[in-house]
T-cell receptor
């Protein structure tokens, strides 16, 4: 069953705007990861945040994690047309070797 | 480094036929995974191999078998294909060793259609 659930399911913005996607999950985690998938391609890892971290930055990406609310958000600042893709959160419970993926947010950045 | 490679890229099968999807990684990763991706369903784990010599069922294992041939290779077999197995299949690998990362690296996918 799905652990992470992204919100919104789809998001359309203009180039230069910021995009925020949210992820909620159900059980305790060791870390939470965000991935990007361009149409027809495999997933690419973007960023990992550990359960004892609250915020992490990587370039134009900012991820927050609130373990008390079992939620995470991914912010993409100053978006570009090339950021158009589906974004997935994935939770790692740590006790096994698996990630559990959400259903994704489809981000469209209009030039 | 090629990363994670998958063959074939596309395949059309008739109901009842069998086939094996091949996956190989050149990153010396311990763990390997097979997922399927269907519209609106995200990625669902079929089988995984935590380390060479072990395999375990994921969320949707019925109708599939796997073989971890060696550390590099992890194959997925459909013994008797059904239309419900029409999907895009992704292989992934991960180091899962402290200090080497827990992220997964994905192959380009195999688009399988069963008629």
């Amino acid at each position: 069953s799905q652990q992470g659930e992204e919100d919104p399911q789809a998001l359309s913005i203009q180039e230069g705007e910021n995009a925020t996607m949210n992820c909620s999950y159900k059980t305790s985690i060791n870390n939470l990861q965000w991935y990007r998938q361009n149409s027809g391609r495999g997933l690419v890892h973007l960023i990992l945040i550990r359960s004892n971290e609250r915020e992490k930055h990587s370039g134009r990406l900012r991820v927050t994690l609130d373990t008390s609310k079992k939620s995470s958000s991914l912010l993409i600042t100053a978006s570009r047309a090339a950021d158009t893709a589906s974004y997935f959160c994935a939770t790692d419970e740590g006790s096994n070797y698996k990630l559990t993926f959400g259903k994704g947010t489809l981000l469209t950045v209009n030039p | 480094n090629a990363g994670v490679t998958q063959t074939p890229k596309f395949q059309v099968l008739k109901t009842g036929q069998s086939m094996t999807l091949q996956c190989a990684q050149d990153m010396n990763h311990n763990s390997m995974y097979w997922y399927r991706q269907d519209p609106g369903m995200g990625l669902r784990l079929i089988y995984y191999s935590a380390s060479e010599g072990t395999t375990d069922k994921g969320e949707v294992p019925n109708g599939y078998n796997v073989s971890r041939l060696n550390k590099r290779e992890f194959s997925l077999r459909l013994e008797s294909a059904a239309p419900s197995q029409t999907s895009v299949y992704f292989c992934a690998s991960s180091a899962r060793v402290r200090g080497q990362g827990y992220e997964q690296y994905f192959g380009p996918g195999t688009r399988l259609t069963v008629t």
